[in-house]
């Protein structure tokens, strides 16, 4: 009998990382995986995470169980085991017959994964587009935008393309402005590292909202922040813009610094190009660097600006590869299945 003989469907999606902006750190409720900060993200257009997925109803007598693959690797369990139970609670919601079914999904990014570069929200937001296309079903944005929080919170920002905004205690996160709001934005992403994160952010985040005596603080900072940045996005003013960018990574890793251990992402090329930043701003150039959780450094800034950026880069880092993005559309399938 071909493994194919209970095949419910299958789908290939393709998903864009969303890098924020202003930053998701720290959750209101772990188990739902709800966000107790708001964050503003942005989809990276040159970065992509495809992710093809098969359905089938299990063999009788099987022990088949869900498997995820990543670049080949088979993948812990209990990362995905919420989001597969979200799914299965979707499913008897939408159509109850369908009776038992198990997942296998393949992943592969161009980019480096599980290292800082956001490969979560991608790889979140692309398995709910997958799995649901497989099923047939059609949700609205909103609803799987919240099927892919509960894998990742930030992929629910990544089931949307160019900005997008995820509110503090929301399950779903809601687009402020598409790919071409914005057309000479660019974020230059400077791959420090590619070796995978010893700690993840979620284990980050717990460690910090246990022991950090920041952390109440991050987060009500976090929610000034958030307006005054969507009035600088709306006015497209990177100079407004940037400084808030700046203030809301800083003050997340300073949570991570003070926390028992201390969680250290940077790394010596991470503050030397951090370093480089803070100079060409000094002699007038209009760029901003951030960073998530992990090695890694985006900076954004305007596309007058990028040769010279790069110049700088390419003379100081040589050895560092770097991506040129502009900002990215939403989620899509391949016509391939
Ligand atoms: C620093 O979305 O990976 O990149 O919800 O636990 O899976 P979980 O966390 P995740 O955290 C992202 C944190 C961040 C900031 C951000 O993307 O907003």
Not at 90 to 107: E, H, Q, W, Y
Request: net charge positive.
């Amino acid at each position: 009998m071909s493994k194919l003989d209970n095949l419910i469907g299958q789908a290939t999606a393709i998903a864009h990382p969303n890098l924020a902006i202003i930053k998701y750190w720290g959750k209101e409720n772990e188990l739902k995986n709800i966000p107790a900060s708001p964050s503003l993200g942005i989809a990276l257009n040159e970065l992509h995470t495809v992710t093809k997925v098969y359905l089938k109803h299990p063999s009788s007598n099987s022990e088949e169980t869900d498997r995820v693959f990543i670049d080949e690797k088979l993948q812990s369990d209990r990362r995905f085991a919420n989001f597969f139970a979200n799914l299965r609670e979707l499913v008897d919601k939408r159509n109850p017959k369908m009776g038992k079914f198990i997942i296998t999904a393949c992943s592969s990014s161009d980019f480096p994964s599980s290292a800082g570069l956001a490969s979560s929200a991608s790889g979140f937001a692309a398995l709910a587009l997958a799995c649901t296309s497989a099923l047939k079903f059609e949700l609205p944005a909103k609803q799987l935008s919240a099927l892919a929080r509960t894998g990742s919170a930030s992929a629910a920002r990544s089931t949307f393309g160019g900005f997008v905004r995820l509110d503090s205690g929301a399950i779903y996160a809601n687009q402020i402005y598409d790919e071409n709001w914005w057309p000479e934005l660019r974020i230059i992403v400077v791959e420090i590292e590619k070796e995978a994160k010893e700690l993840s952010s979620r284990a980050a985040m717990e460690r910090v909202k246990m022991n950090s005596p920041f952390y109440q603080a991050w987060i009500s900072d976090s929610k000034k922040n958030i307006d005054k940045s969507l009035a600088a996005l709306e006015a497209k003013n990177l100079s407004a813009l940037g400084p808030l960018i700046r203030r809301s990574y800083l003050r997340m890793f300073s949570t991570m610094f003070s926390s028992y251990p201390p969680i250290i992402y940077w790394k010596p090329a991470s503050l030397a190009v951090i370093i480089l930043c803070e100079k060409l701003r000094s002699a007038g150039l209009n760029i901003w660097e951030t960073m998530d959780a992990g090695p890694q450094v985006k900076i954004l800034c305007l596309e007058k600006e990028v040769p010279l950026l790069i110049e700088h880069l390419k003379t100081q880092f040589s050895h560092l590869p770097f991506w040129i993005c502009k900002v990215g559309g939403p989620p899509y399938l391949s016509n391939n299945d």
